[in-house]
């Protein structure tokens, strides 16, 4: 069974780091691209970084870019978020997502962990 | 930034009647076209992508057709598992990747 399984939230102060982590089991985590996907408490969904199954592409929303890095360990399959100069409007609920395509990556989510809340608060 | 518009904000529909949900592209998108299903306090779920291909276990009365700016999703018979948030996602450009704002099916 595929299972993305999210880590790493929690309250943090404006202006603070933040790294999150998402640790996949049930498929061959070096064969997929993947990304993070946040949702805003009962908002909608914004997709914010994605990187390819070999990290050689990497890809940001411009409300994170500059800001925000994303990663991934493929001998430990996990995908990693480090989030810097975090702000209100960054808090959210993170989903780490599979793209559909594997090694070409589509850019669309089969698979989703079920996410962490980061919430950004003085 | 590619705006993905849905229609309407909120959808009442009876168990058994069909529901048509609305989703406009500000620019072409060609069939990079993709449904999602939310229930609360659940991750999402793929139904659609390529405009018109189910995924993966996704039952047959989940349809999408489309292409361009102008893309529909049909559930043609609406059950009581089907009430959800659904929203649509462009692909046209890799790494540029946007959502629409979503609608909401409740029970009429």
């Known amino acids: 069974e595929v299972q993305l399984v999210e880590s790493g939230g929690g309250l943090v102060q404006p202006g603070r780091s933040l790294r999150l982590s998402c640790a996949a089991s049930?498929?061959?985590?070096?064969?997929?691209?993947m990304h993070w996907v946040r949702q805003a408490p009962g908002k909608g969904l914004e997709w914010i970084s994605g990187?390819?199954?070999?990290?050689?592409?990497?890809g940001y929303a411009d409300s994170v870019k500059g800001r925000f890095t994303i990663s991934r360990d493929n001998a430990k399959k996990s995908l990693y978020l480090q989030m810097n100069s975090l702000r209100a409007e960054d808090t959210a609920f993170y989903y780490c997502?599979?793209?559909?395509?594997?090694?070409?990556?589509?850019?669309?989510?089969?698979?989703w962990g079920q996410g962490t809340l980061v919430a950004v608060s003085s | 930034e590619i705006v993905m518009t849905q229609s309407p904000a909120t959808l009442s529909v009876s168990p058994g009647e069909r529901a048509t949900l609305s989703c406009r592209a500000s620019?072409?998108?060609?069939?990079?076209l993709a449904w999602y299903q939310q229930k609360p306090g659940q991750a999402p779920r793929l139904l659609i992508y390529?405009?018109?291909t189910r995924a993966t276990g996704i039952p047959a009365r989940f349809s999408g057709s489309g292409s361009g700016t102008d893309f529909t999703l049909t559930i043609s018979s609406l059950q009581s598992v089907d009430f959800a948030v659904y929203y649509c996602?462009?692909?046209?450009?890799?790494?540029?990747?946007?959502f629409g704002q979503g609608t909401k099916v409740d029970i009429k």
């Open positions: 620019q072409s998108v060609s069939s990079n």
């Open positions: 390529g405009a018109s």
């Open positions: 996602q462009q692909y046209n450009n890799f790494f540029s990747l946007t």
């Open positions: 997502a599979r793209d559909l395509g594997g090694y070409t990556s589509t850019n669309t989510f089969d698979c």
């Open positions: 990187i390819t199954w070999n990290s050689g592409f990497t």
């Open positions: 049930g498929f061959t985590f070096d064969d997929y691209g």
